[in-house]
């Protein structure tokens, strides 16, 4: 049965989205139905359909009580918008349903298990959100949460473990029926941790092992994880918080963590190997992966950053979006990410420039736009003297710009926003060490309406940006201090 406040967000929603016109909406990225959008949730395929789940406060374009939207697609580029999925209305979660994730049963219903949030006051006057498991099932539209929530709770954490920092499950299948979830925690050192449960049918649940301590090394609590196989390795995916910087690896604040190694899944434990940030742009977090009918692992992630918020006035009528879907895999011990194949079937109105060689600032004709997919290939002019520096300048006009800009001796990336129209002090650049094998850079960048994504070398990075530029500055110019030589392709990305 529907309660009040589920038919009260499902109401609002649908008077509200009318308010929204096409145009000032991403095009092929997800974005909110009204209000405000975080962390994907529930990010599925389920009847035929991908399902697309998130952090939800319809009533305000700002954080509010969490709810769960919902959209569905067939192909990730193209969402349909669902009804609100669930709504904190139970007394274990009244205070919010925060993250989670979905998986199918045996008997052809939907399984979404989420964070519910109950603030609890503190004997020295403070509130605290205690945070459980709990877990609903429907149809693929309508959900009903479980009697006997939460189903996993402080009872099931083991000793240290905070009872106010335990969220965000990711639920999986094995192959013998049997499921796992992971879970963010804080333990008593105030770092983070990933612990493991196990059930026999998804709905009573076991605590297995800690999984894999942050020991301090990657910021403090971590949230949103995923574990996975992928090309023979494991991969463990998490968002730590108040992270600290290591040269261009990570950066200050909440980031995007990727370790890759072995897992033993008898004992419950990950081994690490190798890690990495997954995107080295400003706004991306949260990701979630899924498994495509077709084998591909894809990921999309929350394409925000919790410290540019107030990037947007609180009188827009929408705020927050998902990054493109990302296919992922691992190419020499490292994770590597793609956009969507599904993307080049948008693409049209091919323009061509080869062999181009210039210095100082160009524009070229054809290239502009700003729902759009861009190549590039960056060397020397004739194999000589290397550049000093170059940039490709987009969502330009005489007013505005984005940038990006590689110095080659430095082998040092750079997006940069500050002219993009933002009139807040907030973070507009992020840098990382990119690779010029052979002196050659390659990059795509896929520009859509309020958002750029940047692909480096095949994808050995991805740096993310929103922006809110006016749409009419669609400009795009190249600058380079000394001769280079670039190859540019560019396709118009063909509207929903």
């Known amino acids: 049965m529907t309660s009040q406040t589920l038919r009260e967000a499902r109401k609002y ?15 092929f990225h997800l974005s909110v139905r009204t209000g405000w959008l975080n962390d994907p949730n529930g990010f599925s395929y389920y009847k035929g359909k991908y399902h697309m789940f998130y952090q939800y406060h319809p009533y305000e374009s700002k954080w509010g009580p969490m709810h769960w939207g919902h959209a569905i697609s067939d192909d990730l580029l193209h969402w349909e918008y669902l009804p609100a999925a669930l709504a904190p209305d139970e007394a274990y979660d009244r205070d919010g349903c925060f993250s989670g994730s979905a998986v199918a049963l045996p008997d052809g ?3 979404l298990m989420y964070t519910g949030v109950l603030k609890e006051h503190q004997a020295n006057g403070t509130y605290c959100e205690v945070q459980t498991q709990c877990i609903a099932v429907g149809d693929g539209t309508d959900y009903e949460k479980y009697v006997q929530n939460p189903v996993i709770s402080e009872k099931d954490l083991p000793e240290g473990a905070s009872r106010f920092d335990f969220r965000d ?27 493991l449960y196990t059930s026999p049918d998804g709905f009573e649940w076991k ?4 999984l894999f301590s942050n020991n ?6 971590w949230e949103c994880p995923d574990l996975f196989k992928l090309d023979g390795k494991w991969v463990l995916l ?6 600290l910087p290591k040269g261009l690896e990570y950066h200050n604040g909440n980031g995007t963590l990727c370790l890759i190694g072995e897992f033993d899944e008898e004992k419950g434990v990950f081994k690490e190997e190798h890690n990495q940030t997954v995107d080295y742009g400003i706004d991306f977090y949260a990701p979630q992966t899924i498994l495509t009918p077709d084998g591909r692992r894809v990921m999309i992630g929350w394409m925000q950053n919790w410290d540019t918020c107030n990037m947007r006035s609180a009188e827009e009528k929408w705020f927050g979006q998902m990054s493109l879907p990302r296919e992922l895999f691992i ?3 490292r994770l590597y990410q793609k956009p969507l194949k599904e993307l080049e079937q948008k693409r049209c109105n091919k323009v061509v420039h080869k062999n181009r060689t210039f210095s100082g600032e160009i524009t070229l004709e054809g290239i502009k736009g700003r729902r759009i997919d861009l190549e590039l290939n960056i060397r020397p002019a004739n194999g000589q003297n290397l550049y000093q520096k170059f940039a490709v300048r987009f969502a330009k006009n005489d007013k505005y710009h984005t940038s990006l800009s590689f110095r080659p001796w430095e082998s ?10 933002s009139r807040r002090a907030i973070i507009h650049q992020r840098r990382c060490l990119a690779d010029t094998r052979d002196k050659e850079l390659k990059l795509r960048i896929i520009l859509d309406r309020f958002s750029a994504e940047i692909f480096v070398n095949d994808g050995e990075q991805v740096l993310s940006v929103t922006m809110y530029t006016e749409q009419a500055a669609d400009g795009i110019s190249f600058f380079t201090d000394g001769s280079v030589e670039i190859d540019v392709v560019k396709y118009d990305l063909l509207a929903n």
């Open 331 to 333: 190419k020499n011990g």
């Open 169 to 195: 499950p990711k639920i999986w299948q094995k192959e013998d029926g049997t499921y796992c979830c992971v879970i963010g925690s804080r333990p008593a050192d105030g770092s983070g941790q990933i612990l």
């Open 109 to 111: 219903r939907q399984l």
């Open 216 to 221: 301090n090394r990657f910021g403090k609590m």
């Open 207 to 210: 605590f297995k092992n800690i």
């Open 412 to 421: 040092v990336l750079k997006v940069d926003r500050k002219f993009s129209g």
């Open 238 to 243: 998490t968002s730590p918080q108040d992270m």
């Open 13 to 27: 929603e649908e008077a509200s989205e009318k308010f929204i016109k096409k145009d000032e909406r991403p095009d």
